[in-house]
T-cell receptor, first 112, second 111 residues
Framework: DTAVSQTPKYLVTQMGNDKSIKCEQN?????MYWYKQDSKKFLKIMFSYNNKELIINETVPNRFSPKSPDKAHLNLHINSLELGDSAVYFC???????????FGPGTRLTVL | SQQGEEDPQALSIQEGENATMNCSYK?????LQWYRQNSGRGLVHLILIRSNEREKHSGRLRVTLDTSKKSSSLLITASRAADTASYFC???????????FGQGTRLTINP
C-alpha cells in the first residue's frame, strides 16, 4: 500500500529528448509537490498544486510543465532535456500547505 | 533561497551514543519540521514543532526551537545503526506556501 508512488524510478535519456515522470498518492491529500534534489542533496521545490490548482511555480524553466489531472495525480513533463536536469526528482503530498509532507521514492534522471 | 542550514554537515558516532544536529534559519516561521532520508529513498517526516513551542518529543527524538536565535536542534538518543541517514530541517519561511529545506546533516552510526 504505497502512499506516494512515482514512475519510473530510473530514467536515462539523451539531451534534447522529452520525458515524463508520473506521481500518484492514495492518502486523500489536497496538496502535491515536485522537488528537485541535486548531487549535493540540496532539495528545492519546483511546483505545488492544491486541489488541482497551481499555487507555486519556483522560477522553473518553462521546459518543465506539471499536469494534475485529479487531486491524486501530479505528473511532470520535461521538454528538451539538458545535462543540468540530471538530478533526483521527488513527488510529495500533504493534507494542506504547511503540514507534514509524504514523499515518493524519487526518480533518478540522468541526461547524457 | 536556502532557509535552513544544518550543522554539522556530517556526524559519525558510535552506536548507543546520542546525536545532536542543529538547524538555523533566517526569517520568521510558523513551524519547523525535521525529515530523515535514507540512502536512495524519499524523505520521511519525523516531527513538526510550531513557533510557539519550545520542545517536542517523539520516541528517541527530542526537538528544541529557539525563535529568538532562529535555531532548532534535533537530538537522537541511544543511537542505532538504523538511524544512519541524512537529516533535514525545513521551514515555512515566514508563512509562505512552501517548505524550504536545508542541505542536511549526514549521520553515520558505527556498530
Amino acid at each position: 500500500d504505497t502512499a506516494v508512488s512515482q514512475t519510473p524510478k530510473y530514467l536515462v535519456t539523451q539531451m534534447g529528448n522529452d520525458k515524463s515522470i508520473k506521481c500518484e498518492q492514495n492518502l486523500g491529500h489536497d496538496t502535491m509537490y515536485w522537488y528537485k534534489q541535486d548531487s549535493k542533496k540540496f532539495l528545492k521545490i519546483m511546483f505545488s498544486y492544491n486541489n488541482k490548482e497551481l499555487i507555486i511555480n519556483e522560477t522553473v524553466p518553462n521546459r518543465f510543465s506539471p499536469k494534475s489531472p485529479d487531486k491524486a495525480h501530479l505528473n511532470l513533463h520535461i521538454n528538451s532535456l539538458e545535462l543540468g536536469d540530471s538530478a533526483v526528482y521527488f513527488c510529495a503530498s500533504s493534507q494542506d500547505i504547511g503540514l507534514p509532507q509524504y514523499f515518493g521514492p524519487g526518480t533518478r534522471l540522468t541526461v547524457l | 533561497s536556502q532557509q535552513g542550514e544544518e550543522d554539522p554537515q556530517a556526524l559519525s558516532i558510535q552506536e548507543g551514543e546520542n546525536a545532536t544536529m542543529n538547524c538555523s534559519y533566517k526569517t520568521s516561521i510558523n513551524n519547523l519540521q525535521w525529515y530523515r532520508q535514507n540512502s536512495g529513498r524519499g524523505l520521511v517526516h519525523l516531527i513538526l514543532i510550531r513557533s510557539n513551542e519550545r520542545e517536542k518529543h517523539s520516541g528517541r527524538l527530542r526537538v528544541t526551537l529557539d525563535t529568538s536565535k532562529k535555531s532548532s536542534s534535533l537530538l537522537i538518543t541511544a543511537s542505532r545503526a538504523a538511524d544512519t541517514a541524512s537529516y533535514f530541517c525545513a521551514t515555512d519561511e515566514g508563512g509562505a506556501q512552501k517548505l524550504v529545506f536545508g542541505q542536511g546533516t549526514r549521520l553515520t552510526i558505527n556498530p
